[in-house]
């Protein structure tokens, strides 16, 4: 609880200065971990910890030849989420989370997706190299009541993936209604480790919600007719729920063994971010052990107290409760938050337990990238306009339809590189190519490459081998980072967007081209 003070300090005062963007309502008035609004329920919330985790099922998927396929249904379905109610929700498979699907290097996924529901989708596979026609272009919608195959080569290494909603205009609320899943990619690499798996692995969606009165999911949405895109202008920041789901269920428990266990955990919130604490810690500290990133394992464990996600960010960590007492609880915990969404889970250590799980001090080892090998230095902003006075972004945003405020007053547009999406290719790098991409940011923006994972250049110029293979940066306000990444894989189209889904539903995306 008492860590996050200087970075609360920091963070606003990074707010502020970014001068342009001041004396907006959604702007934090006072320190703040997250860009976005509180979003209250208006039902009580469930007492903390007494409602069991629950781990979603596995997708079933059918043999064809050396292709998996897996059939997936986007439909709306009744859930329980707060005890003695009702919630309606919209899920793949009428599930939320989604089904988890474990996929393996060397075996292709088609994935084949059923719109039963009555508005328009895309999926995306995040984290995916992926063909273009496949990733999930946010305009390829499919449509109500019609069926489309996607690819997915997956000639990755192993890695926590998870596949959403990515709709144009709409990926706030169609994730936030329930199309979210986890994807565990695995290969013999991993397979080879002997990490812990089966009961000992568990896959934590993570993300927040806020309930109406009737225990409906309640999202800001600018008007009540679904088709019209946006949010209420004070949540134009990004929508924090005041309840923290883990798979669906609010502040939950779970009955463990002194063993370790392998979370595979993912920041699916649409603006929150997450700190992750162990309280109490274990004996010595260092409790979560870090293995892996968005893009895989690391080379070696990384021993650590906390754990920062931001949305779209995932971490694999091996929690070992063996070095706890039975008997203990061990709160995980979110240390960004001190109300309700401040208590992830419950580990109830009730018994003892025979481990044969290993941690191996060697996990991998990623191929470090050689910034001195970039082709081309690219930047880019990120950064909140109001189209007065001539900007550029004004012309395209008449065309696009996004951004909010009256004409005479001036629209405010989520940018990059001052342009809201639309505006044609930011980048087009050369297949094969590294580059050194360069960001900054105005407020909080999680910044995310479609097909292209990058590494993370440390202020000495070297890639910093603890963050591993990245796909999402989580930028603080008035930061700038720089990446070295490259575009292996596919030519053709893809996006870079923020990952708070109302900033990028509010034309915080760019398209690049892989020439
Ligand atoms: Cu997780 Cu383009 O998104
Ligand atoms: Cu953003």
Not at 33 to 53: A, E
Not at 238 to 267: F, T
Not at 306 to 335: M, Q
Request: net charge negative; charged share 20%.
């Amino acid at each position: 609880m008492t860590v996050s003070r200087r970075q609360f300090l920091g963070a606003a005062g990074a707010a502020l200065a970014a001068g342009a963007v001041a004396g907006l309502p959604f702007l934090p008035l006072g320190p703040q971990t997250s860009t976005g609004t509180l979003l209250r329920s208006d039902l009580p919330l469930p007492p903390r910890f007494t409602l069991p985790l629950t781990v979603p099922p596995e997708a079933r998927l059918l043999t064809d030849g050396p292709t998996d396929v897996c059939d997936l249904r986007v439909r709306s379905a009744p859930a329980s989420i707060l005890p003695g109610v009702t919630t309606r929700i919209t899920g793949y498979d009428g599930l939320f989370p989604g089904p988890t699907i474990r996929t393996r290097r060397g075996r292709p996924l088609r994935l084949r997706l059923h719109n039963d529901d009555d508005r328009p989708t895309v999926l995306h596979l995040h984290g995916g190299r992926t063909p273009p026609d496949s990733d999930g272009y946010p305009t390829d919608l499919v449509r109500p009541g019609t069926v489309r195959s996607y690819d997915f080569p997956l000639r990755q290494r192993a890695a926590g993936l998870w596949y959403h909603d990515h709709t144009m205009d709409f990926t706030g609320p169609q994730v936030y209604r329930g199309l979210a899943g986890h994807v565990l990619h695995t290969d013999d690499e991993e397979g080879d480790l002997g990490l812990p798996a089966g009961e000992q692995e568990l896959p934590l969606l993570l993300c927040d919600r806020a309930f109406d009165a009737d225990g409906q999911l309640k999202y800001p949405a600018r008007s009540s007719d679904p088709a019209v895109p946006g949010v209420q202008e004070a949540f134009m920041g990004g929508v924090i729920g005041d309840v923290l789901l883990v798979n669906g269920v609010p502040s939950p428990v779970h009955e463990a063994a002194a063993v370790r266990y392998r979370l595979r955990l993912l920041n699916a919130c649409n603006a929150r971010r997450l700190q992750l604490e162990l309280d109490p810690p274990p004996p010595g500290g260092a409790g979560l052990v870090r293995i892996g990133t968005d893009g895989g394992l690391l080379g070696h464990p990384l021993p650590t107290d906390r754990i920062t996600l931001a949305s779209g960010e995932r971490a694999d960590v091996i929690v070992d409760l063996g070095r706890y007492p039975v008997g203990t609880d061990v709160v995980l915990r979110n240390t960004f938050d001190r109300g309700p969404a401040g208590e992830v889970l419950l580990l109830r250590v009730v018994r003892a337990g025979r481990d044969e799980s290993r941690v191996p001090d060697t996990l991998s080892r990623p191929e470090p990238l050689d910034p001195a090998r970039a082709e081309a230095v690219r930047t880019f902003a990120f950064r909140l306009e109001r189209t007065t006075g001539g900007s550029a972004a004004r012309d395209s945003m008449a065309h696009s339809g996004h951004g909010m405020g009256d004409p005479g007053t001036g629209a405010l547009v989520w940018t990059v590189n001052g342009l809201p999406f639309g505006a044609g290719d930011v980048a087009t790098p050369r297949l094969g190519a590294t580059e050194i991409w360069r960001f900054s940011t105005d407020l909080h923006h999680p910044v995310h490459l479609h097909l292209a994972h990058f590494q993370v250049l440390g202020a000495d110029g070297r890639v910093d081998p603890d963050q591993g293979w990245k796909d999402t940066l989580d930028l603080l306000p008035g930061a700038t980072a720089q990446v070295v990444v490259r575009f292996d894989g596919y030519r053709g189209r893809y996006v870079l967007h923020c990952h708070n889904l109302e900033h990028e539903d509010m034309a915080m995306m760019a398209d690049f081209t892989v020439v």
